[in-house]
């Protein structure tokens, strides 16, 4: 077959198009410009400290060495939440600031990105259960209540009214339940949000470049030094201040400056991805296992189905999931379930690795959820542990952090009251959702799904598509997702290979049965039109994804952590010198 596209690659040049030329722009700045910060990794954490500090009037670069959100940020549960089962450790602060920052989100920072999800509680035990638990959704929801709670109130039900919510739900396991509502989001397509919005603030955003070393001038970080994954070329970026951001990765960043004073645990959690038909029901699940809390979350088409909670000393890029986290996670939720479900059943699996500050227990779940912010070293802030839903508060907690050490009259964080990219003008947008569809040959359940993927920003996608009709069609696998997404994903979205867009910029890689496969061949030769690559390169990119998806598919196989591990290694980065 002839793999190269025809289509007009699309000219963007706003400052949140995170395309071709600005990322060559982005480059040439990192190597000829001192910055007042530099973020090293851009997860959700990293891309909210370089938007705090751009917000504030900085000049602020954010390093990440392989995708934006290619980390933890990409893999969790997907919830926006106030952390139910916090409250049982007393963890009242916690769980009160977590629910404001849910608020915010769905009201005015990202309406388009998050939304509510409705959860039962199933009741085992009559009487004192329904009292203890009812108490502490009643708490939940009264300090929910104290940041503006914008989500229905919960409400008892009986054991009919419970299996009427969840009909595969199995009569015998319950007598009752308890609905209340949390908040979902797409954490990667989240995460780029906050750094196109970073960029669009002043903020130079650069992926696939690796930090491999920091200078330092009498005792003081004055510089990083950096790769460019890309290309090979080296650079050495001075800056007055440097965040470490990075997650598990922390502390690797720390011993570069001579310091390890932050220690950050990997606990690894994974998540199933499960056919909607597969279960009935209109809501979500929330049961106790013996180790932590299991959930089962409506996912468009799909349902998420997770999570372990394990301690990991093996790679920290590409965590792998084994037979035995699947036969976990089906066991439990087969335990409250009418009709069992098999590894048949699975259509996908994801993995991520949470960075926990090392806290009073060996028990992962018991570590601390709540972030730390040091000064590592002269010249260098650390930020570490937290929540996703808590992102913006670690992020404003750095930046004064860091300000302090800069000195001068540095203004307080604007955050709070700055939208995502996307969200201006997005209730007008889906009120007028008809319209587009009707406009743009699209169904009203396309457009639904743009919107809730890029917000307002859908009319950057349905510019393509005006150009390229043809482009209206579907991926390959999976009719959730347009191939005009695949053209915008790398004209401004920052996606530099094939991993980024069908495991980021959309979630192909785990929501179809072929795992992206029969996508990456369609979408593969439209991003080699915008990112100019040449046969050998084209072929190299469909050649690593396949044996990306087979070494996972295996490592699904394997009986224990170190075998997965060894497995899901079969299959190399893609980005050069890349691990």
């Known amino acids: 077959m002839n793999n190269r596209s025809e289509i007009a690659p699309p000219s963007f040049s706003l400052p949140h198009h995170l395309g ?58 997907k919830l926006i939440h106030g952390g139910l089962r916090y409250l049982e450790q007393l963890d009242f602060r916690l769980v009160k600031e977590a629910l404001r920052e849910r608020s915010l989100l769905i009201t005015r920072l990202a309406p388009h990105l998050v939304r509510p999800v409705k959860f039962l509680y199933p009741l085992q035990h009559r009487l004192w259960e329904r009292a203890y638990v009812g108490a502490g959704i009643a708490l939940y929801d009264g300090l929910a209540k104290l940041g503006g709670n914008p989500l229905p109130r919960h409400r008892h039900l009986s054991r009919r009214k419970a299996l009427a919510e969840i009909p595969s739900l199995a009569a015998g396991t319950l007598v009752g339940g308890i609905q209340y509502y949390d908040a979902q989001v797409d954490d990667a397509r989240h995460t780029l949000a906050v750094a196109r919005t970073a960029a669009a603030t002043g903020a130079t955003v650069a992926s696939s470049v690796r930090v491999t070393g920091l200078g330092q001038t009498n005792g003081r970080v004055t510089s990083v030094a950096a790769t460019c994954l890309e290309t090979g070329d080296e650079m050495e970026i001075t800056t007055r201040h440097v965040i470490n951001a990075t997650g598990v990765w922390t502390d690797r960043v720390e011993a570069m400056a001579g310091n390890v004073e932050v220690d950050v645990t990997a606990s690894k959690g994974i998540h199933l991805v499960i056919p909607r ?132 009259s540095i203004p307080p964080s604007a955050t709070a009251e700055l939208p995502l990219v996307g969200a201006n003008g997005f209730h007008a947008m889906w009120n007028r959702r008809e319209t587009l569809a009707a406009a743009h040959g699209l169904s009203v359940d396309q457009v639904e799904r743009l919107l809730s993927r890029h917000g307002s920003l859908t009319t950057e996608v349905l510019t393509i598509i005006a150009d390229q009709p043809a482009l209206a069609s579907a991926m390959p696998g999976s009719p959730d997702y347009l191939l ?96």
Request: hydrophobic share 40%; charged share 25%.
């Open 20 to 77: 071709p030329q600005y990322r060559r722009q982005a480059i040439e700045r990192l190597k000829s410009e001192q910055f007042d910060v530099v973020v090293i990794g851009a997860g959700v954490t990293g891309t909210g400290c370089a938007l705090d500090a751009a917000s504030r009037g900085l000049k602020v670069a954010l390093l990440e060495q392989r995708d934006v959100a290619s980390g933890t940020s990409s893999r969790s549960s």
């Open 277 to 408: 038909d597969r279960i009935t029901g209109d809501s979500g699940i929330i049961i106790r296992t013996d180790k932590s809390v299991l959930f089962l979350i409506p996912w468009g088409r799909h349902w998420l189905v997770g999570t372990t909670d394990t301690s990991w000393n093996l790679d920290l890029a590409h965590p792998a999931a084994s037979a035995a986290d699947i036969e976990y996670l089906l066991r439990h939720l087969n335990s409250v379930l009418e009709k069992p479900l098999t590894k048949d059943d699975v259509e996908g699996v994801y993995a991520g690795l949470r960075p926990l500050l090392t806290g009073e227990s060996e028990a992962t779940s018991k570590l601390s959820r709540e972030h730390g912010v040091w000064h590592t070293a002269p010249g260098m802030t650390t930020v570490a542990g937290g929540k996703y839903t808590t992102y913006r508060v670690m992020a404003e907690d750095t930046i004064d952090a860091a300000a302090k050490d800069l000195g001068g």
């Open 484 to 579: 005009a997404e695949a053209v915008y994903a790398v004209a401004a979205e920052g996606a530099l290979h094939l991993d980024d867009v069908l495991t980021r910029r959309t979630r192909i890689s785990v929501e179809s049965w072929d795992r992206g496969i029969g996508a990456a061949d369609v979408v593969a030769p439209l991003m080699a039109e915008i990112l100019g690559w040449d046969d050998t390169t084209l072929k190299r990119e469909l050649e690593h994804y396949r044996l990306r998806v087979d070494a996972e598919r295996e490592s699904q196989t394997m009986s224990d952590d170190q075998t997965a591990d060894a497995t899901r290694l079969g299959a190399p980065d893609v980005r050069r010198s890349g691990k």
